[in-house]
């Protein structure tokens, strides 16, 4: 997956370039993506690793094991970085608190590459300073290096680290991250301020960037677009073509030119074709360029067979009549996975489905025993109650309070299971609810901390819906009736590995899931029953690990949706649940909170500040505090249309998912202000979801540039296809006007439509200025725009030569 290890110098490509416009011999031969690395080592002052724990990486005597890590130059995904010749023998990280590093020749610069980790989960800024003293903040988001239940893929990782300064060691996995992002090229790049200290702190180990094609004449509207293929990546996706299972082979084709060169003559601007060659290799389904102004990237998929591991491919760009422009040689090749074994490195190549990537938005469903209390105070989960009456189990507790002043000291949580009976439960309500909301995919809690299952758990338990509450199998309901009547909406499975008081997982219990019998939350002597349990010998083997396989195999998952991670047979689940669903036909997903081999993360009531590259889905309740029902929350405090479209829209727009959660009552209602909501929702998302599903992040930038003064330009966010570009705003626009102040992929002869119920066909006069300012004129438009909620998209259609 990685480009030729050398460093290019971009005038000499740019001179190739030119031999390529005057049809000479070279011109076959596409520009190296360049890279710089550089030297930041005079700014260490912290060392991660040593070979016996003697260093100090987080403050507390944790660091490393040197013995792990790579040494000398480091390459990841074409970009080299300088690492120790030797670990512990010196500082080998510099700890950011606002630290500038000043480039010995000012370039202006296409990418910047990182190669860092962080003491927790946060965001971080890296300032960028410009020769014509424009700024620009490039948000990192920065990942913990060590990740208890091992819920990250670092490109560096190490099976265990040193605790107590070598005194003992802890078998969690730890990991530096790499992490590239778009700079602008208006201006040189002049100087990096990294991260200023605050209560986290950004380790960051090597730097790179990636210079751009200057053009070596006055006129720069007439060097013609500089390609060069950043990568091409051997996927674990496939789809069926003319009854051939292709793999989708990912490649993304960056032209160098700076942003300040772009004109429709600097731009690819007409269908290209993109295909893979190599020993055995055949392209069946060539990917597809329309568009690439200069500073930009496109990502599009190849697929192909033959491919096998450990060889060479070259990708071909071909244009609309079948010429080569140019070729790119030397990427490594890997085969198509179709018998899948359980190994870590063999399943870390797994990833997200194209399904689940062009999904976008799905529905969560929190529905349980904890669906009948229905109680938490504000900031507390209602699915916890359980948790919280017995922690603490006193006055200072409010759901021990509540639950004692409601049903009394004399009644337990499993007192609750017959309440659940979901009397009101109609499948093809819900599941045509979800449609009509626009949801492309949902994930039902099947099984939450409790321990009480929504499915025929067989003889691992009795603790069940199909055995006590409803008495019936209400993942098989929802499951068959979705795929009956709503096949094209996938079907996920929410699954909790450790329960908080099963006795049998006392032996692995840890933190808030200890097992164990809960002692009785008034009367501390008595303990409390766990229906339904069954005699077994161990959690894991008996009950956990056939209960995932039973969802995967029986009942037909898309979606293995773990929480809260622990003890657990995840790596031999991952290789059976994959070859289960490609024996039929299906393409399936892990979560990260299964332990281990991750395919997407799973931020929590927060989303990620920036564009991620890989997959991740952001769940959020509609309730602002709780996935389950809560009693408390007034209807007016759920997620209403406008905060669920521009949440969506802020997501996608950084290559993320929505996971909207719902919870429904214990008769199995969805009550109606969540409904209402989900509709609104799916409203929108009817005449202006062509801007959400089936789209890519912009490169450059997932949003447009807005001075601290400017409280007139509406906060707007950007996504792409093969031949559209969209530009959703946040508030509608005013005084006739739409005003982007960022340099958009625009060439003379596009046309931009507002996005409305009335599939308004007329296009709307643009202008942009020398500066890339774009401005729309809307005054003609303005009924229209007044007639949409929530979020106002304005889609650009490519004219293509």
Known sequence: MKSPPHCVNPHVLLALHLLTSLGLSLAQTLTPFPFRTVNISQLFDNTAASPDGSADFDGHGDSFDSQFLPTGPFTYDGITYNLPTTWGAQPDNVMASGQVITLDEPTTAHEIHFLLAGDADFGADFNMTFVDG??????????????????????????????????????????????????LSESPLQSITLPAQGSHTTHLFGMAFTPSASPDTNDTDSTGPVLSVRRARFTSRWEMINGVRAQAVEVTLANLLPSSAHSANNSLNSNHSIAITGDGITTVLPGTVNRLVPGDQARVDVFVTGSTDNSNATVEV???????????????????????????????????????NNAKFGIFIHWGVYSYPAWAPPSQ?????????????????????????TYGESVVYDDF?????????????????????????????????????????????????VKFGPKRDLVAELFETSAREKPDLHRGTYYSLPEWFNPDFAPYGFGTWPGGLAHNAYNASEVEPYTGRLPIDDYIEDLQFPQMLSLAEKYGTEIMWCDIGGPNKTIEFAAAFYNSAMADGRQVTINDRCGAVPDFT????????????????????????????????????????????????????????????????????????????????????????????????WFPTSQDIKTPNDT??????????????????FSPPSGGQLVIDKRVPLLPGDEIFFLSPNANTTSLPWTMADNGKLTVDVSGSMDEIESVKFAWAFQVKYKLD
């Open 602 to 697: 799973t931020p929590e009531y927060t989303t990620f500040n920036s564009i991620q590259t890989a997959s991740w889905e952001s769940s959020e309740g509609m309730d602002p505090f709780s996935y389950g029902l809560n009693s408390r929350t007034n209807a007016s405090q759920y997620k209403n249309g406008t905060t669920i479209i521009q949440t969506l829209v802020d997501i996608v727009s950084k290559n993320g998912n929505f996971l909207l959660d719902i919870g429904p009552t214990a008769e199995g209602e969805i009550i109606a202000p969540m409904a209402d909501n989900l509709l609104d929702a799916g409203s929108w998302l009817a005449h202006s979801g062509e801007c959400v599903y089936d789209t890519k992040f």
């Open 381 to 405: 989960y209602a699915e916890w109650y359980d948790w919280y009456m017995h922690n603490p189990a006193n006055e200072s507790s409010p759901t021990w309070v509540h639950h004692r002043d």
């Open 318 to 356: 071909r244009d609309s009549t079948e010429n080569t422009v140019g070729t790119s040689e030397g990427w490594d090749t890997s085969a198509l996975i179709e018998n899948w074994v359980p190994d870590r490195d063999v399943l870390n190549v797994h990833e997200t489905p194209t399904w689940w």
């Open 134 to 183: 424009s700024t620009q903040s490039v948000q990192v988001q920065v990942k913990n290096w060590y990740v208890w239940a091992n819920v990250y893929k670092g490109v560096i990782e190490t099976p265990s680290h040193f605790e107590q300064n070598g005194a003992a060691r802890n078998l969690n996995r730890t990991n530096i991250y790499q992490w590239s992002a778009s700079i």
């Open 712 to 729: 007139t330009s509406p906060s707007t966010r950007f996504t792409t296809t093969p031949t559209t570009f969209c530009m959703v705003t």
């Open 417 to 465: 299971i017959p309440f659940f009976n979901a009397s009101k439960f109609n499948a093809s309500a819900w599941v045509d609810l979800f449609d009509r909301a626009g949801a492309k995919y949902f994930v039902l809690v099947t099984k939450h901390h409790d321990g009480f299952a929504l499915f025929d758990t067989g003889n691992s338990t009795d603790r069940n819906s």
